[in-house]
């Protein structure tokens, strides 16, 4: 199979990780005998440094004409104590979901059974967890009108969704859960707003056409705290931008550490694969990040954008065995891991490539 993929590393541990993402792109390709062409453009932080642009033309364009992209992460410090900045690197992501209609973001909670201990959460909680999060990525309060008003002395975002947005992204999960559990978690806050109301009413008309599929609704508070609770009542959950946002942070603590878990951002046009995390500019340039979200990613990456299941599920063996053999990141170590079982990035990933 011959690919173009377009390697967006952003900023912080964006850059770091992306590499180790890629690497593992380039050892599936030699096995496999596939040709992935590679190129890279600036987003974020860097991008507003190069070009004063968080998302150029010139990236856009890439993006467009590329197969898949492979994302790091963007962020800056320095914007976020300044309310007042103009400009600001996630302007950047906002604008290329948009510009590409990555209207659905999947977020795979899967716990590896080695990482039982690496949780918060009791092991016996845990065991067996394994939920798939759609969260609507293009709509909703980080998109609808915002301004300031009274002489700036109030401001306002307004959240807003159409049946179209709400019925497309849960279509996608309810054919996910087709292929899974059978069950589907829709959650809302339909007690106060508006927009869930719509959102209820529009899940409740595609469930006629699911029978199949057991379908539940919840509150946004009441799944929040469900999450924690009880994580194997969970199978696909369907849910607005901003919950969905604050509701998968709060998942990963399930799987242990937000630098286990990636994301697909799929819709219209080229698909993003990118890891939950941010760009973590207090580790950044240390060398300990872990890149196992980013190297999952890319997993999805061959998965879902080019239906490459067997090379996917090489990559996703080759972690499960690295974290079998003990070996760990700091994220994801704890007192019995040995010191020299902790590895930094680009040791994890070279001794990942050796699992391939
Ligand atoms: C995410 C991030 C972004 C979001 C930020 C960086 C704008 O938190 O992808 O989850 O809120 O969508
Ligand atoms: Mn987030």
Redesign the pocket.
Known sequence: MKKNILIVPGDGIGQEVTEVGKSVLVKIAEKFGHEFIYDEALMGHVAIEATGNPLPDETLAKMRASDAILFGA??HPKYDNDPTAKVRP?QG??KMRKELGLYANLRPIKLFDELLGASSIKPEILKGSDILFFRELTGDIYFGEKGRKNDNNSAYDIAEYSRYEVERIGRKAFEAARTRGKKLCSVDKANVLETSRLWREVIQGLAVEYPDIEVEHQFVDSAAMMLIKDPRRFDVVVTANLFG?IL?DEASQIAGSMGMLASASVGDSTGVYEP?H?SAHDITGKGIANPLASVLSAALLLDISFGLKEESETIIAAVDKLLKDGFRTRDIADALTPADRILNTEVAGIELLKRI
């Open positions: 963007v962020g996630e992501l906002l946002d998968t939950i941010g």
